[in-house]
């Protein structure tokens, strides 16, 4: 028996799975203390299930804290070592403007001030050469300018540490015997890659969460003890596998985001129950809606991301130079706050999240939002919210909206409503663009897989928007990261950044490259406390001399001896043309960076959906009045229990398909069916796949 939970911006979301059978929960978010609702909500759980918690074998948790900390600037104080000469590197950034014609364009602040950032009289060369030797006396001066301080945190990342760490590790050494009480990040340990803004950004970001997250976890797993939870916890990593707590703590960086990338995970796992290896993932939740990609079945991995993006743009967060699944976060969910601007309906990026919430939950909240919004048009049951564990009011959200936003554009609450609707889709649109089209995916040859509280009932107006021929709702949509979370594996991702000619003398130099990835990869996989024999795979960074950006490119397994160098090298040359329809086969190629993964089995057997036919425990099939412009505004329609629909059953819309935690909306002339793994399947236009 396992239980999973997932922090969102609204709700917390569980999953209970056994042999007994699966449970699901969605409590409100605290947002003053996560870890708040996190144990009232598996204290529920346990008491729902009827069991006690030391009968529950692992707890596996995805979390926004880390990221909440960057984004709301509530890290601890911190201070950043760097080589002199290279103490403005976070403010200067990189030259590249997310928003050219904007002349009024602000980057990041940075996390860390300039009176924070202290310089030592040191050097090394690009390939790892001692240039100027580290001064024990400068050494001592700064450590006590920390001392002075008072910093909970310090990251030190010197000029060139990816090639030669000794500097950093001596910096270390001396901090640890001069302030043992403060938290250290090396750029050596969190990052080890070139690109000196980057690794200084991740490295800092590191240092600056760490103290937030140490302190959480260790709440969490006393408070989880305190219940009689004894055994396994687990964290999800940005990269869709999971760490032990102590590893987290080490590397908070690595859990920034970790709710989304275990959605992505279950995804997957739904995809190919269903027989689709290309599929966009839509995470709509109360906070934000998520983006993502599998292709050809595996989940779309990027080398870096972003934090804190201003307006969502790429190129205007703090860069994180660590591998996570792509995933685009635009503020468009359930709590998204909608107004007029200018005689226009905007929605978003500002949330009312759990705290007051949207009008109709009663908490106190004044402004409209598109949960509002979705009542009002007939789409949610006001009496079944959340399981009926909530109850909307619908004339609270009809007034709201009337005010905010039908008074000033003479609009009746439907229209307004309507507006609000599909401004939402308008600007999830925008962005399911950027991830399918301007990334190269052709969306009339992907399915959507749609999930979270507000996912499946804004699915398939998107779905027409792009020309995506098939939806998938999977069964339990509403807590879908929480699923995903219970197919993770523990997992490790080493890299580094070695520039290499990849020639035919390379194969000894990867060889050895290699060698120091496995080790590096053996201790951090020690330290998960997990037993099993582990799965290793290689990737490696790579691009044609001269150029500036590189391609991700699969290494060969099994022995590095022979021509490994040349099989590479043939990889990257078909991942480029997969990428830019063109290959130059006599160009000479670099290598640049070096991943290694190590991945262990999961031995707790197949997570899957916990779909079960239960058509005893259905509600009787009703129906209410629903707002489809398609059949000049509202109808009533029918409203189905997903609970009592059988495999094989299905639907024409308009309809609506209720089930606990979330609804899924048929719009007309589209047909919805539970597939035999139990998902509900939409075929836009009602045509069934060959």
Known sequence: MRAAFDIGGTFTDFVLQGDAGTLTLKVPTSQADPAEAVLAG??????????????????????TVATNAIIERKGAATALI??????????????????????????????VRRRDIFELDERMAFDGAVLQPL???????????IVAGKYEA??????????????????????????????????????????????????????????????????????LAARGFRNDLFIMQSNGGLVSPDFAREYPIRIVESGPAAGVLMCGDVAAEEGADQVITFDMGGTTAKLGAIDDGAPAIMPSFEVDPIHYKAGSGLPISLPAVELLEIGAGGGSIARTEMGIIQVGPESAGADPGPICYGNGGVRPTVTDANLVLGYLNPDYFNGGAMRLDRPA??????????????????????????????????????????????????????????????????ARALGIPRIIIPHGAGVGSAFGLLQAE???????????????DATPAIARIYGELEEQARGDLARLGTAGTPHWSRFAYMRYAGQGYEVRTDLP???IDGDYAAKAAEMFHNAYERQYRYRDAGAAIEAVDWYLVASLPVTHGEAGSGFEEQPDGARPPASRQAYFPETNGYVEVPVLDRMGMRIGDATTGPALIEETDSTTVVLPGDRAAISPRGHLVIDIGGKEDD
């Open 490 to 504: 523990p997992r490790i991702d080493v890299s580094l950044t070695r520039v290499l000619p990849l020639d035919s």
């Open 82 to 111: 760097t080589t002199r000469g290279f103490r403005d590197v976070l403010l200067i950034g990189r030259q590249k403007r997310y928003e050219t014609y904007d002349l009024y364009m602000n980057k990041p602040p940075p996390l």
């Open 135 to 145: 001064q024990d006396s400068a050494l001592d001066a700064v450590a006590e300018r």
């Open 397 to 462: 959200a009809e007034a709201g909206i009337a005010e905010a936003i039908g008074g000033p554009l003479s609009l009746d609450a439907g229209a307004a409503a309507w507006g609000i609707h599909t401004v939402a889709n308008s600007n999830m649109e925008r962005a399911m663009r950027i991830v399918s089209l301007e990334r190269g995916r052709d969306p009339r040859r992907y399915a959507l897989v749609a999930f979270g509280g507000a996912g499946p009932l804004h699915a398939a107006r998107l």
């Open 557 to 559: 397994g099994g022995a």
């Open 42 to 63: 598996f204290q529920r759980l346990m008491t729902d299930a009827g069991v006690a918690a030391a009968s529950v074998d692992g707890v596996l948790h995805g979390t």
């Open 154 to 223: 310090v990251a030190v990342a010197l000029l060139h540490a990816y090639a030669n760490p000794a500097h950093e590790q001596a910096v270390r050494d001396r901090l640890v015997a001069r302030v043992p009480n403060v938290l250290i990040s090396l750029s050596s340990d969190v990052s080890p890659k070139f690109r000196e803004y980057e690794r200084t950004s991740t490295t800092v970001a590191n240092s600056y969460i760490k103290p937030v997250v140490t302190r959480y976890i260790a709440h969490l797993q006393e408070a």
